[in-house]
């Protein structure tokens, strides 16, 4: 004798899923996700290429994709094939099935994977390796020049995305747009700067940073190397003011800019705020004061976007600085990674860094353009050849390091704007208020020939010592080379 025995809850919901191709196939995808999900996990403490960005890009974008899908074809299979649910089912078996209660124990297995899921794929979004090599093909010049800077332990997000549930949305809209962009190979290159959609600076850097704190006075030490064969040093040593608001209200120094008393306006004519015609001083007392360039209206064009000076208006390439060929050659040598007693070294350095090379030849043609020059000058003994290897090499990745030609990137494309060039954008002596006071620009003459005093730099900072090469000044300081 037969005896039918009928199926428990699993095995009706099994039946139900078997009821039509849709809901089988949906089933069948969050299966097949669930397990990718978990090979993929097993996979990511071995180590090597699963720990990458594309193995993360898997699982936060592709399979929540996936699954969501089977998520929606269960259902939909179901209610599109209710009409011949019955008969498929009495086909399967001889009890029947209760729709709604197997709907609800199949949803919230469902709700609860994708729920991880998706709080993994959010987690991994906001991380700074996606951001930084998921779109390698964009980002990389960015993310290679923030692992440089001194922001580097510090997640993206924590500055381009506001904080807030409306900061989430709203990067994840402008996110989907550059996604479109990368797939369709349609992004600006250079990647174009100012960002203008960046966070204020009120609620990211001034988050860790305080900008009513009085840090007063900074001492600075610039090392140099000039061109000579010799490779002769000389040191500038300024005082930075960098200022604050002092502990009796009064705002100082560098810092004035943004004092919390006291507003400063201006609007640019580029997108690169580096041509700066008009700017207004809003003081505490609720008064203002207009300073233009010649020919400019005291008051602003109609629709001009008037902004507000804050943290990026001169840090505008505080995690993402690219370096000046000069510059880097001075860093290296005084670290010691280019060695100093090869005759002309910055020279032939300054030479080969400013060729016309490619990502993928920069590092021989380098090579080569060094070994030639000293080989025309018979240095090449094998003291010399092991010296000159470890300047090569470290040329090489100054080279690599700020230039990127495939995306029209190159030395001084994103110029840093916390130096004389940002500052002159208004100090340049040429902005005057309608009662003729000036923005204090550099000294010079009245006919721009010759200095005529230091009024306007002494309040951002005094030089102590210029060009020269052992400046006493250190050994006060107690700071000698």
């Known amino acids: 004798m ?7 809850t699993l095995g ?9 191709w849709l809901t089988s196939f949906g089933a069948a995808l969050m299966t097949f996700t669930l397990l990718a999900l978990l090979t993929i996990a097993v996979l990511h403490t071995t180590g090597g290429p699963w720990t990458g960005p594309y193995a993360g890009l898997i699982v936060a974008l592709v399979l929540p994709i996936l699954f969501a899908l089977g998520l929606v074809c269960v259902p939909a299979g179901l209610f599109l094939y209710r009409k011949q649910l019955n008969e498929r089912l009495a086909a399967m078996a001889d009890r029947p099935v209760y729709l709604a209660r197997a709907v609800v124990v199949i949803t919230a297995i469902n709700f609860a994977a994708i729920a991880t899921l998706g709080y993994a794929g959010v987690s991994y ?24 800077s001194a922001h580097q332990r510090v997640d993206c997000v924590r500055c381009h995305v506001a904080p807030g549930a409306q900061g989430f949305i709203e990067s994840k809209l402008n996110g989907t747009k550059q996604l479109l962009g990368v797939l369709t190979d349609n992004y600006h290159r250079p990647i174009p700067t100012p960002v203008h959609n ?28 000039r061109e000579d064969d010799a490779v002769s040093s000389y040191v500038n040593v300024l005082l930075m003011y960098t200022g604050g608001t002092r502990p009796d209200g009064e705002s100082v120094g560098i810092h004035w800019h943004v004092h919390p008393k006291a507003t400063v306006e201006y609007f640019a004519t580029d997108e690169r705020r580096t041509e700066i015609p008009w700017l207004r001083v809003k003081k505490p007392d609720g008064s203002h004061e207009v300073f233009t360039t010649p020919g400019v ?8 976007a008037i902004r507000t000076m804050d943290c990026n208006d001169c840090h505008n390439r505080s995690a993402h600085a690219f370096d000046l060929p000069e510059q880097a050659l001075d860093d290296a040598l005084a670290a010691g990674l280019i060695p100093r007693d090869l005759p002309a070294v910055k020279r032939h350095a300054l030479e080969a860094l400013k060729g016309t090379w490619t990502r993928d030849n920069a590092r021989d043609q380098i090579r080569q353009h060094l ?16 010296k000159l290897e470890q300047a090569c090499e470290q ?7 700020n230039n990127w030609p495939d995306r029209k990137l190159g030395w001084n494309s994103y110029p840093d704007l916390a130096g ?7 100090h340049d002596g040429e902005h005057r208020s309608p009662a003729g006071r000036v923005v204090f620009g550099p000294p010079q003459s009245a006919d721009g020939t010759v200095p005529r005093d230091e009024a306007s730099c002494v309040r951002c900072h005094r030089v102590l010592s210029e060009n020269e090469n052992d400046p006493g000044v250190l050994e006060t300081f107690g700071i000698r080379r």
């Not at 204020?200 to 600075?220: M, N, S, V, Y």
């Not at 040329?395 to 390091?401: E, H, T």
Request: net charge positive; with cysteine.
């Open 2 to 8: 037969t005896t039918n025995t009928a199926p428990g």
């Open 12 to 20: 009706r919901i099994h039946r139900l899923l078997r009821s039509n």
């Open 125 to 148: 979004m906001g991380s700074t390796m996606f951001c930084g090599t998921a779109c390698h093909s964009v980002m990389e010049p960015e993310y290679v020049a923030f692992q440089r």
């Open 198 to 225: 960046l966070v204020p600076a009120r609620d990211t850097c001034e988050q860790c940073h305080w900008p009513e704190k009085f840090l007063g006075t900074k001492i600075k030490v610039k090392p140099h190397y």
């Open 297 to 304: 209206a005291a008051e602003p064009p109609a629709g001009a």
């Open 371 to 386: 070994q030639k020059a000293y080989a025309s000058r018979g240095q090449l003994d094998e003291t010399t050849r092991q």
């Open 395 to 401: 040329v090489a990745a100054i080279w690599l390091r």
């Open 420 to 426: 004389h060039f940002g500052c002159f954008r208004c």
